[in-house]
């Protein structure tokens, strides 16, 4: 099956298990890295904290890059899809971007990085 890269930028909701190592944004960040279909995580923001009886709430905006299988579904359907089929990802409220990748391009300098 053929994987289209893309760069998502979503706003998701994650259940964090109470006792999880690192503060609540990391722990957030990790439960997206566990899907099978992120390759990267960028400009992660919680939005919202909600405490729960075992795990806590957070509402995340996260840049995403996803490797998906290509289909016919729109892209910001696609996407949708597959953060949602994460452990822990309760919603996904938006997908507000989705941009093609090519891996043969480099990416580009951030501003105020220099090369050595």
């Known amino acids: 099956m053929d994987r289209q ?11 964090v298990p109470l006792g999880a190592t690192g503060d609540l944004a990391d722990g957030a960040v990790r439960i997206v890295k566990r899907i099978e279909t992120v390759d990267a995580i960028a400009d992660a ?15 995340l905006r996260v840049r995403v890059e996803l490797d998906a299988p290509v289909d ?7 996407a949708r899809r597959e953060l949602e ?3 822990g990802v309760d919603n996904v409220d938006s997908v507000d971007s989705v941009d093609r990748v090519d891996r043969d391009v480099p990416p580009r300098a951030e501003v105020g990085c220099r090369s050595r």
Do not use: E, M, Q
């Open 85 to 87: 089929a994460g452990v």
């Open 5 to 15: 890269p893309s760069v998502v930028v979503a706003t998701l909701t994650v259940r």
């Open 72 to 78: 016919d579904d729109p892209p910001d359907a696609l």
């Open 45 to 59: 923001d919680v939005r919202r904290i909600s405490p729960g009886l075992n795990d806590t709430i957070v509402d």
